[in-house]
């Protein structure tokens, strides 16, 4: 089971930003979880809110404003020991911090407009290991959109179960490998999580859940062979699995 840092390494440095990536590869993370949004420039950025008011403390729409000025703003984080600030960085600035051999799961969170220049900017800044780089999005019309762009990447369909108590799990993992979808990234209690886990495997999908802290229920998902687990703490869940016998 790998272990992916959500938003990076976001407990030690400000969620999406550079700093947070490359301290999620000395927490011992195996890929990194970014979300990404376009400027009003067509820029790819990696942020996660509509605006940035939460992690800035001043409130401009991401696809209201271009890149050049988006990119002065300090992302914070406020720790005991002072204020981790850094800048709000381009896709090619996150594959550039991206080490060899590691994973980058980009979650579009916005739709399918970020399509076109995700392509290009992804053209221009590879090669890059296309099989460690993965695509993720709650949206259907996105994941198609993006899997007649880019065939050679993985596709992630997220699925929310609190959100969605009476999914059809069986109906789900079909519908997915209908459409050429390469896994799914799942949310909720372990027990409905296990389930679907179980029959997206048997499908041939891989196998991601998010987001999971605490180190015994990460113990439990690498009994049930899941693939990735994303977590706020790669540092105590990837030792909490390599004692327990990776």
Known sequence: MKIIAHRGSNLKAPENTVTAVKQAWLDGAD?????????????????HDEDTKRVTGTEYKINKYPFDFLQNLDCTLQKDSGKISDKIPAIGEIVDSTKDGKE??????CGKEIIN???????DIFPFDKKKLSIISFLPEVLINIWSS???INIYKLIDLDRNPNMNY??????????????LGISGDFYRCRQMVI?????????????????EIAAKYHEIGLDYLTTNNPDLIKKAITMGGS
Do not use: M
């Not at 890929?31 to 942020?47: C, H, P, Q, Y």
């Not at 980058?104 to 969170?109: D, G, P, V």
């Open 199 to 215: 029959l997206a495997k048997s499908a041939g999908l891989k196998t991601n859940v998010w987001t999971v802290d605490n180190t």
């Open 104 to 109: 980058l799961f980009l979650e579009i969170k």
């Open 31 to 47: 890929g990194v979880e970014l979300d990404i949004r376009l400027t009003s420039d067509k820029n790819v950025v990696a942020f």
């Open 117 to 123: 220049p995700l392509r290009e900017k992804l053209a």
């Open 150 to 152: 880019f065939h050679e």
């Open 170 to 183: 069986l109906n789900a993992v079909n519908e997915a490998v209908k459409n050429g979808i390469t896994g």
